[in-house]
């Protein structure tokens, strides 16, 4: 772990309101929990910043490339390829696999709309074709580390658990998808674990790493399913979003109705492709 900008005793903010000290109680609550949210108003790195602005890449870049591909619009290799004007969504669904994974491929396919889900290596056993009815349906699968313990992943000295344990499961899900995945989520988010030199260790290990700009909250409110959608409306206003979901029960209640807003306010739904990769990190680093 990437330790000098914290010299003392370290402190983790929770989410702006009190400081959590790293050892509390729940740092090592990634089974039953998945409190995953730290930063919550991220921006997608390099977003194009304006609608109104001009495309800036029909004039130099368009005469490099085949006529037959000026109808596709394109963008520098770090921003989401989009149209102009366009409004983009991307569906995360973290922690799985597990039962609730074909329940959400079904809901997905009734809105004929897709995700990326981030599943956990430990958890693939077992559900194996659960992963591969997600890559089937068209869904991107990445990875989301072997335990998702934060003891395991952030405690030890620098990047090797981590990278450890994301390298292992790729290889897993080479053996189920027959490729492997390179994008990857942190648990918990890369917010405030994971820093410039660790980033670095990823990047060289040939990983992406996404973490999202909206929250969407719906590992606090097991009980109140209508306060995930009140939160996504709250937190959904960028041209571009990533929407932190998991793969719980609330979530499924209220996917219908988060699908139907988002299509109302005009979003388009993306799936992650490794060949049109843009930058959506805590650090807005574009290594990743
Ligand atoms: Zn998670």
Redesign the pocket.
């Known amino acids: 772990m990437n330790k000098q900008s914290s010299p003392v005793k370290k402190v983790v903010k929770g989410d702006g309101s009190t400081p959590q000290t790293e050892d509390n109680a729940s740092k090592d609550t ?1 089974d039953s929990t ?1 409190a ?1 949210p730290k930063t919550e108003e991220t921006q997608v790195q390099q977003e194009q910043s304006s609608a109104n602005k001009p495309l800036h890449n029909t004039g130099e870049e368009s005469k490099k490339i085949p006529a037959k591909s000026t109808q596709i619009p394109v963008v520098a290799p770090n921003q989401p390829k989009k149209e102009q004007g366009q409004k983009i969504v991307y569906l995360t669904f ?2 799985g696999p597990g039962k609730h994974t074909e329940k959400i491929l079904e809901i997905l396919n009734r809105y004929q709309v897709h995700a990326t889900f ?1 599943m ?1 290596g430990r958890q693939l056993s077992g559900y194996e074709q659960a992963v591969r009815d997600s890559h089937e349906a068209g869904n991107y699968v990445g990875l ?1 580390s072997m335990s ?1 313990s934060k003891k395991k992943l952030y405690d030890g000295d620098g990047s090797g658990a981590f990278i450890k344990e994301f390298t292992q499961e790729q290889k897993l899900m080479k053996q189920i998808l027959g490729y492997s995945p390179t994008l990857i ?1 942190a ?2 988010g890369s917010k405030p674990e994971i820093g410039y030199n660790f980033r670095g260790d990823i990047a060289k290990a040939g990983f992406k790493m996404w973490d999202w700009t909206v929250d969407s909250k719906d590992w606090k409110y097991p009980n109140s399913p209508d306060r995930i959608v009140k939160e996504v409306k709250r937190q959904t206003h960028r041209d571009v979003e990533v929407i932190l979901m ?1 793969e719980k029960a609330q979530t499924i209640k209220v996917l219908p109705q988060i699908i139907e807003y988002l299509q109302k306010k005009g979003y388009t739904f993306a799936v992650y492709k490794p060949d049109q990769h843009f930058s959506v990190n805590f650090g807005k680093d574009p290594r990743l």
């Open positions: 990634a998945t995953e973290d922690d981030f956990v989301h998702h989520r648990p918990y998991h």
